[in-house]
């Protein structure tokens, strides 16, 4: 069953550093989302990316954060200079349809020390 | 004010017990969700409901549009059915807004 991945499964960082993190959607899925769950909190929506754009974020979302789909297989989300809040667990997922279920990623867990 | 509410935020349950678990929005939708995640992190979609009732093997899904109130059930639940319930509402546009979760941990 095609699934989507993530990579890589975890990242040490340190503070100020930039990161970024892959994901491979399924292949024949056009909607594209990040989303990121802090430990112990719910699971948080940052963005939104269709035919080539961002279609919404939030205000999570901000200058150092930014997302490209460099090929036509990866997705990857991209923190420019990273804070000790960004500490989080990050989700990439797609879908076929807007609005139709998401498929989730196993997820990479970022650690900004 | 959270969006999407559940109750209860934790439930234990024994083996065979029927468990349900309930969500609420205030959003306007146009779909919403039931996941499961696991201890690992892992997210995996179970429903998505914009009217009515679903039924997958030994979970329920059910939705009233009116109240804006959904619930989830477990018939004859199982250890394994140790998970973290969320709910998420897609508000009309496509993101998911999610819940806080239900942590359920069932007994043998």
């Known amino acids: 069953e095609p699934e989507v991945t993530q990579t890589p499964s975890h990242q040490v960082t340190q503070m100020g550093q930039e990161v970024i993190l892959r994901c491979v959607p399924i292949?024949?899925?056009?909607?594209f989302y990040w989303y990121r769950q802090i430990l112990g909190q719910k699971v948080e929506f940052l963005v939104s990316?269709?035919?080539?754009?961002?279609?919404?974020k939030s205000e999570i979302f901000d200058d150092q954060f930014s997302v490209e789909r460099p090929d036509g297989s990866n997705f990857t989300l991209k923190i420019r200079s990273t804070k000790l809040e960004d500490s989080a667990m990050y989700f990439c997922?797609?879908?076929?349809?807007?609005?139709?279920?998401?498929?989730f990623g196993p997820g990479t867990r970022l650690l900004v020390l | 004010k959270n969006e999407v509410e559940q109750s209860p935020q934790n439930l234990t349950a024994q083996e065979g017990e029927f468990i349900t678990i309930n969500c609420s929005y205030s959003?306007?939708?146009?779909?919403l969700h039931w996941l499961q995640q696991h201890p690992g992190g892992g997210i995996v979609s179970l429903f998505m409901?914009?009217?009515g009732k679903k039924k997958h093997g030994r979970l329920i899904a059910t939705i009233n549009i009116q109240e804006k109130h959904s619930s989830l059930h477990i018939t004859a639940s199982h250890p394994r059915d140790s998970a973290v319930y969320i709910c998420?509402?897609?508000?009309?546009?496509?993101?998911?807004?999610f819940g806080t979760g239900t942590r359920l941990k069932v007994l043998a």
């Open positions: 997922a797609s879908s076929d349809v807007g609005g139709e279920t998401q498929y």
């Open positions: 292949s024949n899925h056009l909607y």
């Open positions: 990316f269709y035919n080539n754009e961002i279609s919404e």
């Open positions: 959003v306007g939708i146009s779909a």
């Open positions: 409901l914009s009217s």
């Open positions: 998420a509402a897609t508000p009309g546009t496509y993101k998911y807004i």
